[in-house]
């Protein structure tokens, strides 16, 4: 749809008086949450839930946003053209039906960009209003890269920034007990407060910061392990322009977002007292151990991404929701979850039941566009720790393995039944002759390559298809293991890899 410029952009006068009231009382309200994440998904997730209790009356702080690589500079600028506003539409099924919700989110106070602005990012250190750090850099981001702290210069890694920042404020307030903070980090990895503690202390000693630092950061300040789940779709082009029509002003910071949310913080549920997701109503559980939701998002959630979207290429479908549409393949994956995943998963079957209903109430959101060749990229290593444990659990507690994680096994297998072409990919073809591209580790599909090749060549007076199987799980450089010595599993992957293929004979 063509753009149309003559609207104007999304600023204080285009909003309705309540609106504007609660805008200026935001204005007005101390910077109590540093973010350092400008993206899509922290506007999408955690800036919607500080507006939701800024609403609520609970939460009477406001934001300074700063990007953490200097790429983010021009959606910094865009929100300050747009004085920290941004319209978040939340849409997708909420208990089977469809729903779609516009709000107007203004929870930052201050937005600038911490590269020409290095001093006033540092000087926020120094407010004693400030009580929390939230982050979202991506796991690269958050890692341990040295560099020289020169005077002036702007440190460029995020957990140098956190050390250099938490040091000013260490010498502000002369090593005070009471003015450490409280650190979020939401990047996707495991433990990830811990391993920016990690960083901190690293740059600290690389950095020559006196030992009273040290101990300060570790004793007064809370860096918290997280795990956050939620599809934030970001800018919707394809409405965008119908939308401004709609609204009378142009937003190019416009987000959009499931409705489903969901946030786990290792912490004690005092700290609600400080932000205070709980009391207004947010999916936000603060938890003793974090290892059980992040088990049953891996097995279940993360588990059946990798269990459909072999056959579902294979079977020439492109989506996740055509996936859960279709009528073999969507009963395939519950069924799989309910009856094969969700009794090795060691928690209560009643929450996993629900956690399961909910994820494939995702899976059907007919407003994202998740594509199974995107979840399909480095398959190999997700399966091993997303599907395989529970594959391999049946057989070590002597039971038979259900057909329907051995179909998922064997579609994976022959996923990655590929030739590989002079440039140096991989490329497969689905049962009924499409071509594909495998993108993987290149190491473990030359393995698999040669393991299928290897196969189909030798003739050793054993049914084809077991001599195949166990051509594929002898690949210890693959599997780790060798998947061979599993009792019965050559012989019923080899029966499903046959399956497979006479579906289109």
Not at 142 to 163: D, H, N, Q, W
Not at 464 to 478: D, F, G, N, S, W
Request: charged share 25%.
């Amino acid at each position: 749809m063509r753009r149309d410029e003559s609207r104007p952009l999304l600023n204080p006068n285009v909003l309705s008086e309540e609106q504007r009231h609660m805008f200026e009382a935001m204005k007005g309200s101390p910077v109590t949450v540093l973010q350092i994440g400008e993206g899509n998904f922290l506007r999408g997730f955690v800036d919607w839930m500080l507006h939701e209790c800024r609403k609520q009356g609970l939460f009477a702080g406001s934001a300074a946003v700063t990007q953490p690589r200097p790429s983010g500079a021009p959606k910094i600028e865009a929100l300050r053209n747009q004085e920290g506003l941004y319209t978040l539409v939340t849409r997708g099924l909420e208990n089977g039906e469809r729903v779609e919700r516009q709000e107007m989110i203004a929870v930052f106070a201050e937005v600038f960009d911490p590269y020409s602005n290095w001093e006033q990012f540092l000087k926020l250190a120094e407010s004693p209003e400030l009580a929390t750090i939230i982050s979202n850099t991506t796991e690269a981001g958050l890692a341990y890269r040295p560099e020289e702290l020169v005077e002036g210069v702007p440190v460029a890694s995020f957990p140098g920034k956190i050390t250099l920042l938490l040091y000013r404020r260490f010498l502000a307030f002369d090593g005070a007990e009471d003015r450490g903070l409280i650190l979020l980090p939401c990047e996707l990895l495991e433990r990830n407060g811990d391993e920016l503690r990690r960083c901190v202390l690293q740059f600290s000693e690389d950095w020559g910061f006196p030992e009273s630092f040290r101990q300060w950061v570790v004793r007064s300040n809370r860096f918290l392990n997280s795990l956050v789940d939620r599809i934030v779709t970001g800018y919707p082009e394809d409405e965008a322009e119908a939308w401004f029509a709609e609204w009378g002003y142009r937003d190019e910071l416009l987000n959009t977002a499931e409705p489903y949310h969901f946030w786990a913080i290792e912490a004690e549920p005092e700290l609600d007292a400080r932000l205070p997701f709980r009391r207004a109503g947010l999916n936000v559980h603060w938890v003793h151990d974090l290892k059980p939701y992040q088990l049953r998002k891996v097995r279940i959630l993360n588990g059946a991404h990798t269990l459909m979207t072999p056959l579902g290429i294979l079977l020439g479908l492109e989506q996740v929701r055509d996936v859960m549409g279709h009528d073999e393949l969507g009963v395939f994956v519950r069924e799989t979850v309910m009856n094969d995943i969700i009794p090795v998963v060691p928690l209560p079957e009643e929450e996993l039941k629900d956690f399961a209903a909910a994820v494939f109430e995702r899976f059907s959101n007919p407003f994202i566009r998740h594509r199974l060749s995107d979840i399909a990229m480095n398959s190999i290593s997700k399966f091993k720790v997303r599907l395989l444990p529970t594959l391999l659990y049946y057989s070590e507690c002597g039971e038979r393995i259900p057909d329907r994680l051995i179909q998922g096994f064997a579609a994976l297998l022959r996923y990655y039944k590929v030739d590989r072409l002079d440039d140096g990919s991989f490329v497969g073809r689905t049962l009924t002759g499409q071509q594909y591209t495998v993108r993987d580790d290149a190491g473990f599909v030359e393995e698999l390559r040669t393991a299928w090749s290897s196969a189909e060549a030798e003739n050793a007076g054993i049914p084809p298809q077991h001599l195949k199987a166990r051509r594929l799980l002898v690949c210890t450089p693959v599997w780790d293991q060798d998947l061979s010595a599993v009792k019965g599993l050559a012989e019923a992957v080899g029966n499903q890899l046959d399956k497979l293929e006479e579906r289109y004979e």
